[in-house]
């Protein structure tokens, strides 16, 4: 009777021992297998702008700024270059929007399209502080880029709205 209970204080702890330090190996394989993953999403190109468009946003130089941190998206290299150009875009989309608008581009619709990249902006900065996966952040890195296609969609649209206006007032 002493005896089973030596070997059982003996060997319960070694056998916890054992187990708890298995668990720990297996978790560090999954861990670094999750690491090694390679997430790769097919991003869109920028929208060519109308020809007649860059004249009206030649003097708008806070959309000029916001453009060159927008084609930074397609070159960053690491997660905290990432991070780093999500904040600029922030400060260049501030001040953009607090700025006046070029009169063709004064209009809601622009506006609007500026504000949902605001929000797409803001998201993927949510995502990069809550440390979401690679896939989330890049999908929202995907949103941008539409968002801003859109942007300049409908500079073209509102240039091509300004012309026909000016035809038809002409006549």
Do not use: G, H
């Amino acid at each position: 009777m002493l005896i089973n209970r030596l070997l059982l204080l003996f060997f319960l702890p070694l056998f916890s021992l054992i187990s708890c330090t298995n668990d720990s190996q297996k978790n560090n394989v999954e861990i670094e297998a999750k690491d090694t993953v390679q997430i790769t999403i097919q991003m869109p190109a920028i929208v060519n702008l109308n020809p007649k468009v860059f004249p009206e946003i030649a003097a708008w130089n806070t959309f000029k700024e916001l453009e060159a941190e927008i084609e930074k998206l397609y070159d960053f290299k690491e997660n905290e270059d990432f991070s780093f150009i999500i904040d600029e875009l922030i400060k260049k989309e501030k001040a953009l929007s607090s700025k006046v608008f070029p009169e063709k581009f004064n209009t809601p619709s622009v506006k609007s399209r500026v504000l949902v990249l605001k929000t797409y902006i803001l998201q993927t900065k949510a995502a990069i502080d809550d440390k979401e996966d690679e896939e989330v952040i890049m999908k929202q890195k995907e949103k941008i880029i539409v968002a801003y296609n859109a942007l300049l969609k409908q500079f073209n649209e509102r240039l091509e709205e300004n012309l026909a206006d000016e035809f038809l007032n002409k006549n």
